[in-house]
């Protein structure tokens, strides 16, 4: 794999998530570690019914645009990690399906795994993301909704 391909990758779509692709795309001769973390879609929600799809909304580009802020930040920190990439599904999620994708790649491991849950952290508090919870006769949009922080308030 030719090191001077992009770094970076981000996308927010409509389409299923393919996380052996993500995992493929960050990985590095250069690294011993490729940390991916997958957030699916759960039955159980904060208002006690059974789930059976999730529905992400957001704007595509600001999203993308908030997402790269914290894969800059990612950079800032821990600037041996070579290639990050965060995808996010938007419109309907079927329970089990994958809804986050965050992979990360460095030479060693300890930054790795750093960076991703930073990643995955960080886009959970600094991308406007709502979801809304569907279950058989009703939905509604989920009570686990928190205000949206800028990626700089979030580093120590």
């Excluded at 493929?24 to 250069?30: E, F, M, N, Q």
């Excluded at 059976?52 to 914290?70: G, K, N, P, S, W």
């Excluded at 990612?74 to 986050?100: K, L, Y």
């Excluded at 952290?121 to 809304?132: E, G, L, S, Y």
Aim: with cysteine; hydrophobic share 45%; proline share 4%.
């Amino acid at each position: 794999m030719d090191l001077n391909q992009a770094s970076e990758w981000v996308v927010v779509t409509a389409d299923s998530l393919r996380p052996d692709q993500v995992a493929g795309w960050v990985t590095r001769p250069d690294c011993g570690a490729v940390v991916t973390f997958c957030g699916t879609a759960r039955a159980n929600s904060t208002l006690e019914h059974e789930i059976i799809e999730l529905e992400y909304d957001t704007d595509i580009t600001l999203a993308e645009t908030r997402i790269r802020a914290v894969t800059a930040v990612v950079r800032q920190n821990w600037p041996v990690v070579r290639a990050i990439a965060v995808h996010h599904r938007i419109g309907t999620v079927p329970v089990t399906d994958t809804a986050v994708v965050v992979a990360v790649s460095s030479p060693h491991r300890r930054e790795a795994f750093e960076a991703a849950q930073f990643c995955i952290d960080a886009v959970k508090r600094t991308v406007p993301m709502w979801k809304r919870e569907v279950w058989r006769g009703g939905s509604a949009w989920s009570a686990e909704a928190q205000d949206i922080v800028n990626v700089d308030d979030l580093i120590s």
